[in-house]
């Protein structure tokens, strides 16, 4: 795994329990680097550029690992389409935000992030 969502999705994968931990502490991490962006009027653009780069590579990670038909826990085929709808949004909204990054549009890519973790770890 070369990219940084990815390596950094393997590290949370080497540190907790579940799946699904992994997956949230993924998700979370991707919203506090959005949630910073936003927070902080002086960030480089290069930060914000990692920050939605980050998001995207995450989101592409759960899609191809939803739509590969050898997936060894595949999920029912209605929970499957929800999160490829998510999915596909969640990447368009963030290819928007490459090419214009309007920080009051970050967050409704913070709230799924934020959302979707709390779902996997049971706080939803």
Same mark, same amino acid.
């Given at each position: 795994m070369s990219n940084s969502a990815a390596q950094a999705y393997a590290r949370v994968?080497?540190?907790?329990?579940?799946?699904?931990?992994?997956?949230?502490?993924?998700? =979370? #991490?991707?919203?506090? $680097? *959005?949630?910073?962006?936003?927070?902080? @009027?002086?960030?480089?653009?290069?930060?914000?550029?990692?920050? =939605? #780069?980050?998001?995207? $590579? *995450?989101?592409?990670?759960?899609?191809? @690992?939803?739509?590969?038909e050898e997936n060894p826990q595949p999920l029912p085929q209605d929970v499957r389409q929800k999160i490829v709808n998510i999915a596909m949004f969640v990447l368009t909204h963030t290819m928007a935000l490459l090419v214009s990054p309007q920080r009051d549009h970050f967050a409704p890519l913070i709230n799924i992030n934020r959302n979707i973790a709390a779902g996997l770890s049971g706080r939803a």
């Open positions: 994968a080497s540190t907790t329990a579940s799946p699904r931990a992994n997956e949230a502490q993924a998700l =979370l #991490m991707a919203a506090n $680097k *959005l949630q910073e962006v936003v927070s902080n @009027d002086n960030m480089p653009e290069e930060r914000i550029k990692h920050a =939605l #780069m980050f998001n995207r $590579k *995450l989101w592409t990670l759960f899609l191809s @690992d939803v739509l590969n």
